[in-house]
T-cell receptor, first 117, second 114 residues
Framework: GAVVSQHPSWVICKSGTSVKIECRSLDFQATTMFWYRQFPKQSLMLMATSNEGSKATYEQGVEKDKFLINHASLTLSTLTVTSAHPEDSSFYIC?????????????FGQGTRLTVV | AQSVTQLDSHVSVSEGTPVLLRCNYSSSYSPSLFWYVQHPNKGLQLLLKYTSAATLVKGINGFEAEFKKSETSFHLTKPSAHMSDAAEYFCVVTKLSGNTPLVFGKGTRLSVIA
């Protein structure tokens, strides 16, 4: 199946700093990518939809100035957590739809565990 | 609008006994349905998917699920649990026509007792 690579798999940063997470589709083009956040012992919640060449669409309650999304190419979307705070500590996962006709499967990155200290 | 309800937050079974993880969905569109598994501190792995073909779907590791439109259900089963099946399981719905985000259930934690 298709591969989505997410990097880094884990990161620890100090409060007030920014962290960039990359999501790459390795063997297919992804005009759309989704970013999810998962708090401990909870389900995945959609944060935003990343669209190649245009602005991301954010879900209600997600601060677009804090979670900057850039989708500059058909194989790369980045999520930057700006001025991180301890409450931003979470597991972040990206996914990309397969894009093939009739195939709605989404492929997930490995996830990034962010810890803000 | 779409939503998923996983009826049990935690299921505990003995090794070698059957597994049943329940999922009901609601969708304004023809749905695609999935089950994903997540082991501790790991990403998500697709177990199986339903995309309007056969209603009984076989997945990896001996899991299967049956799409029942009349009951709006997509329960996950396995005849015999293995210790390695202990993990978090998510039932997921999306729009059949694709390129829409996935809507996740809250998850069911499966414990397998030796």
């Amino acid at each position: 199946g298709a591969v989505v690579s997410q990097h880094p798999s884990w990161v620890i940063c100090k409060s007030g700093t920014s962290v960039k997470i990359e999501c790459r589709s390795l063997d297919f083009q992804a005009t759309t990518m989704f970013w999810y956040r998962q708090f401990p012992k909870q389900s995945l919640m959609l944060m935003a939809t990343s669209n190649e060449g245009s602005k991301a669409t954010y879900e209600q309650g997600v601060e677009k100035d804090k979670f900057l999304i850039n989708h500059a190419s058909l194989t790369l979307s980045t999520l930057t957590v700006t001025s991180a705070h301890p409450e931003d500590s979470s597991f972040y996962i990206c996914s990309a739809p397969s894009g093939r006709q009739g195939n709605t499967e989404a492929f997930f990155g490995q996830g990034t565990r962010l810890t803000v200290v | 609008a779409q939503s998923v309800t996983q009826l049990d937050s935690h299921v505990s079974v003995s090794e070698g006994t059957p597994v049943l993880l329940r999922c009901n969905y609601s969708s304004s569109y023809s749905p695609s349905l999935f089950w994903y598994v997540q082991h501790p501190n790991k990403g998500l792995q697709l177990l199986l998917k339903y995309t309007s073909a056969a209603t009984l779907v076989k997945g990896i590791n001996g899991f299967e699920a049956e799409f029942k439109k009349s009951e709006t259900s997509f329960h996950l089963t396995k005849p015999s649990a293995h210790m390695s099946d202990a993990a978090e399981y998510f039932c997921v719905v999306t729009k059949l026509s694709g390129n829409t985000p996935l809507v996740f259930g809250k998850g069911t934690r499966l414990s397998v007792i030796a």
